[in-house]
């Protein structure tokens, strides 16, 4: 008999993971918090190690006071018990060395071989590619080269975003890593899709009798998806004048919620069913020819501001930017679906750094009623408030429904009201944490949440073109000040259609 049959989980295999780019943010924000929460939560196994890998020279000890610190800083919502610490760290490993050396691996063999024997990890591995993504391809090589795709125990790969700049990068990419891993061994994160909110998006569709026969175009007026932040470049600014919006959040992390929003019901909740859905659904999102995509597409960046009396700088000025970058921190694009289930409905994706605050949400608009018979000026209400069902990503996540009733009083006045589900309210419990669930998942083998290669190809297809024409044209940045909500001419992009962004 299970104790909580809410929480049943398949057991985890013991194992290494091993993670290049060691001394990393990613690594130190979120990957190390993450074991240690899994730790607290007792759910990884007895022969548990990490081995970091990074081109400082450090030794275990260094590398395990230097984990402490980024633990005790980032954990979240959870103690931090020195004592679950000692024994968590003692399976802390380190090994220094150039990713582009192939000696590196034969070294790193040598040590997976000592830290097997140390922690019993039983030859299983978990490489975590955490580098600049130049770096991917080398290690996949000198992973190879080393014969370390293959072992007495299972060998898995993650791959971290950005996973190529464009459709051929990462066919490129992806024919560099499958020299010498299986499809079935490479995981390619997304980490939005590893969010709770964003795997309950499946739970109140499928498991749910009610709102699925709302969810197509005839009862559906149109989508919006938002991804904002107040947050601007954080000292990435480098990075991201590369990438900007479009690539940074909207080619993967929004077209993967939007997919698990608009897709068909899989047959079975196993990774490639669910898999196979998704991807059906990128597949099936029109591309844009190169006219359709400049109307389609709206770049913004943002210029300096005052904000809570303090000056925030412009994109421009960030540490590591060009003065003239072209780059866009704020990114609308509108998109259709070309099967019988949305053909018509637009699809409004939007995402910007430095917008008024940090939200992101599915809003599902649905169609008003045919008519308005109550009070005098009722149809103007109900253009004003249609029925809105929103799912909140983040942070305040939960699930909203708007609709109309009764004002109380004589007469039948009419008023918008929401009937609302909040997680913390009803659960009481923490969510974990995306790459919780995700890290997990890769021990166990289980792919559901991680992206396939057609899934990536099919989301390049999608925003290349609209990359492309931005490419070609000079735009007249900055086009919004920091804290608003993005240039005028997004509004627009609804107004064609006679739509307006809500106010998350
Ligand atoms: C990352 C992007 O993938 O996602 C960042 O590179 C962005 O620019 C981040 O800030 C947002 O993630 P989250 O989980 O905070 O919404």
Do not use: C
């Not at 074991?35 to 190690?49: D, I, K, S």
């Not at 000692?86 to 090994?95: K, P, Q, S, T, W």
Request: proline share 6%; aromatic share 10%; charged share 25%.
């Amino acid at each position: 008999m299970l104790e909580d049959p809410l929480r049943y989980d398949a057991p985890v295999d013991p194992a290494a993971i091993v993670i290049f780019g060691a001394t990393g943010d990613l690594t130190r924000r979120k990957l190390l918090p993450a074991l240690f929460r899994l730790a607290y939560e007792r759910r990884l196994p007895a022969g548990f190690a990490v081995v970091g890998v990074s081109r400082t020279a450090m030794s275990d000890d260094a590398f395990r006071e230097r984990m402490r610190d980024a633990v005790a800083q980032f954990l979240e919502d959870t103690p931090f018990d020195e004592e679950l610490w000692a024994g968590f760290a003692r399976g802390l490993f380190y090994l220094s060395g150039d990713v582009q050396d192939k000696n590196l691996y034969s070294r790193l063999k040598q040590k997976l071989e000592e830290v097997d024997r140390e922690r019993q990890t039983a030859g299983n591995a978990l490489f975590y590619l955490s580098t600049q993504p130049s770096h991917y391809a080398p290690a996949a090589a000198g992973l190879g080269g080393a014969g370390l795709q293959q072992g007495a125990g299972w060998r898995r790969l993650i791959v971290e975003k950005p996973f190529g700049h464009d459709g051929p990068s990462a066919a490129a990419l992806n024919r560099g890593l499958r020299e010498v891993f299986n499809e079935d061994q490479i995981y390619r994160i997304d980490h939005y899709l590893g969010k709770e909110t964003v795997q309950n998006i499946l739970a109140f569709r499928f498991g749910n009798g009610i709102f699925e026969p709302l969810w197509n175009r005839r009862y559906v007026s149109h989508v919006q998806i938002t991804a904002a932040e107040s947050i601007g470049v954080e000292g990435r600014g480098a990075y991201y004048q590369e990438a900007g919006a479009l690539r940074d959040m909207i080619q993967n992390h929004l077209l993967q919620v939007m997919a698990t929003m608009a897709m068909e019901p899989p047959a079975a909740y196993e990774p490639d069913a669910v898999r196979d859905e998704r991807a059906k659904l990128l597949r099936a999102i029109r591309v844009w020819t190169p006219a359709e995509a400049a109307e389609n597409a709206v770049a913004g960046q943002y210029g300096p501001a005052r904000i809570g009396g303090a000056d925030v700088p412009g994109f421009r000025e960030e540490p590591g930017v060009d003065p003239e970058a072209q780059t866009g921190t704020y990114a609308a694009i509108t998109l259709e679906v070309d099967n019988w289930r949305w053909a018509g409905v637009p699809f409004y994706i939007r995402s910007g750094k430095r917008l008024p605050k940090r939200v992101t949400d599915v809003a599902i608009q649905f169609n008003r009623a045919p008519l308005a018979m109550f009070e005098a000026g009722a149809g103007r209400m109900q253009e004003t408030y249609p029925n809105l069902l929103v799912l909140r990503i983040q942070p305040e996540e939960g699930i909203s429904l708007r609709f109309f009733s009764k004002q109380p009083g004589s007469g039948m006045r009419l008023r918008p009201v929401t009937m609302d589900f909040n997680y913390g309210a009803s659960f009481g419990a923490r969510s974990p944490s995306a790459y919780e669930t995700l890290l997990l998942d890769a021990l166990k083998g289980d792919a559901t949440l991680y992206t396939r290669q057609d899934m990536v190809e099919a989301s390049w297809a999608v925003v290349a073109p609209v990359l492309e024409h931005w490419s070609s044209v000079k735009h007249d940045f900055p086009n919004y000040a920091a804290g608003t909500w993005g240039p005028e001419a997004s509004g627009r992009l609804l107004a064609r259609r006679g739509h307006e962004w809500r106010m998350p």
